[in-house]
């Protein structure tokens, strides 16, 4: 399932269309360069993530990947990611098998047979002015 000359296909093309997305903001190239590395160095990390779970998941992407997801999810968890982290590994684990390997995931069976973790937002406390002293 897991192809190396897709996946850098797939990170190319995630580089050439933050590009011209960017293109009409007004950044510099090497403003345009970071970013762009940066989003295919976390897609890149998604998809390696994804394959290790994938060599030891008896489903296959082709017959059950709401399944697959489900339990991608879970194997996340069980690694100690983050809920956010895991939400950013979903997105581009969902993008990457539209667009590399045709699998077009609906949202609504997505709700119902994927659940992803609660993002908690963190309680901040004000500082009072003794603390800031």
């Known amino acids: 399932m897991y192809d190396v000359k897709l996946h850098y296909i797939y990170a190319r093309n995630t580089i050439k269309t933050n590009r011209?997305?960017?293109?009409?903001?007004r950044e510099t190239p090497r403003d345009l360069a970071r970013r762009s590395y940066n989003t295919s160095k976390g897609h890149k990390t998604a998809i390696n993530a994804f394959e290790g779970y994938y060599r030891t998941c008896e489903l296959r992407v082709d017959n059950q990947p709401l399944g697959v997801i489900s339990g991608f999810v879970e194997f996340l968890e069980i690694s100690g990611k983050?809920?956010?982290?895991?939400?950013?590994y979903i997105i581009k684990i969902k993008k990457f098998l539209r667009l590399c390997h045709g699998i077009k995931l609906d949202s609504d069976d997505f709700k119902d047979f994927v659940t992803l973790p609660q993002i908690i937002p963190d309680n901040l406390d004000p500082l009072s002015k003794e603390e800031l002293r």
């Open 20 to 25: 011209a997305r960017k293109e009409n903001k």
């Open 82 to 88: 983050s809920a956010v982290t895991i939400r950013g």
